[in-house]
T-cell receptor, first 114, second 118 residues
Framework: DSGVTQTPKHLITATGQRVTLRCSPRSGDLSVYWYQQSLDQGLQFLIQYYNGEERAKGNILERFSAQQFPDLHSELNLSSLELGDSALYFC?????????????FGPGTRLLVL | AQKVTQAQTEISVVEKEDVTLDCVYETRDTTYYLFWYKQPPSGELVFLIR??????QNEISGRYSWNFQKSTSSFNFTITASQVVDSAVYFCALSEARSSGGSYIPTFGRGTSLIVHP
C-alpha cells in the first residue's frame, strides 16, 4: 500500500459528459502528479501541483483541468469526454518538488467512456 | 528532450530463469534520475529503484539487480531466479534536473511485459 488513495476505482460514462477524479496524497506529501495510461500513448504525465500551486504541465488537454486543495488532496476534472479519453488515470505524490523525488502511485481510476 | 526506450515489448521465461530487461535513455542533462517501476496485473505502479546520474554503482536488492552504464546510456534490470510473482509490466523512467530547479516532467518507457511460466 503506497498510502496514496484514489476514488473512484472505476468510472463508466458517456461521451460528452464530465467527471471528477479524486486523489489523496501520502500523509505529509506536498506534491501531487497526475498521469494517464492508455494503450496508445502509454504512461503520460499530465500535470503536477505542489502545495496548492500548479508547477508543471505535460500533455494535458484543454478539456482537462486539475486543482489541489488546502488539505492537499487533488481533483482532476475531465470534460466533454471522448472515446479516446478511456484510460487508467494515476495520481502520485512525493514529499518535495525536486527532480529526484520518488513518486508513490495510487491504485488508479479506470475510466471507460462509451 | 528526454526519451526512454524499452525495446523489449514482451519477455517470456520459465520459472528460475534469469532475465534482463533493457532500458536505454536519451538526455542532454548531466544531472538526471532513473527509475524502475513494476505494474503487476492488479494495475498499481510500484516503485522499485531510483538512481542518480552521478552514482554508477550497480545495485542489488535480493533477486533484483540494476546495471547503470552512462557510457551506453543504459539502466538495465535483472531478475535472478525468476518467480511467477515477478510477472508484471516493468517501466523504466527518466527525470531530468531542471536548471531552474523544482518541477520536472518524468518520461516513461513503453514498458516490458514479463511473463514467468511455472
Amino acid at each position: 500500500d503506497s498510502g496514496v488513495t484514489q476514488t473512484p476505482k472505476h468510472l463508466i460514462t458517456a461521451t460528452g459528459q464530465r467527471v471528477t477524479l479524486r486523489c489523496s496524497p501520502r500523509s505529509g506529501d506536498l506534491s501531487v502528479y497526475w498521469y494517464q495510461q492508455s494503450l496508445d500513448q502509454g504512461l503520460q504525465f499530465l500535470i503536477q501541483y505542489y502545495n496548492g500551486e500548479e508547477r508543471a504541465k505535460g500533455n494535458i488537454l484543454e478539456r482537462f483541468s486539475a486543482q489541489q486543495f488546502p488539505d492537499l488532496h487533488s481533483e482532476l476534472n475531465l470534460s466533454s469526454l471522448e472515446l479516446g479519453d478511456s484510460a487508467l488515470y494515476f495520481c502520485a505524490s512525493s514529499g518535495r518538488d525536486r527532480a529526484g523525488e520518488t513518486q508513490y502511485f495510487g491504485p488508479g481510476t479506470r475510466l471507460l467512456v462509451l | 528532450a528526454q526519451k526512454v526506450t524499452q525495446a523489449q515489448t514482451e519477455i517470456s521465461v520459465v520459472e528460475k530463469e534469469d532475465v534482463t530487461l533493457d532500458c536505454v535513455y536519451e538526455t542532454r542533462d548531466t544531472t538526471y534520475y532513473l527509475f524502475w517501476y513494476k505494474q503487476p496485473p492488479s494495475g498499481e505502479l510500484v516503485f522499485l529503484i531510483r538512481r542518480n546520474s552521478f552514482d554508477e554503482q550497480n545495485e542489488i536488492s535480493g533477486r533484483y539487480s540494476w546495471n547503470f552504464q552512462k557510457s551506453t546510456s543504459s539502466f538495465n534490470f535483472t531478475i535472478t531466479a525468476s518467480q511467477v510473482v515477478d510477472s508484471a509490466v516493468y517501466f523504466c523512467a527518466l527525470s531530468e534536473a531542471r536548471s531552474s530547479g523544482g518541477s520536472y516532467i518524468p518520461t516513461f518507457g513503453r514498458g516490458t511485459s514479463l511473463i514467468v511460466h511455472p
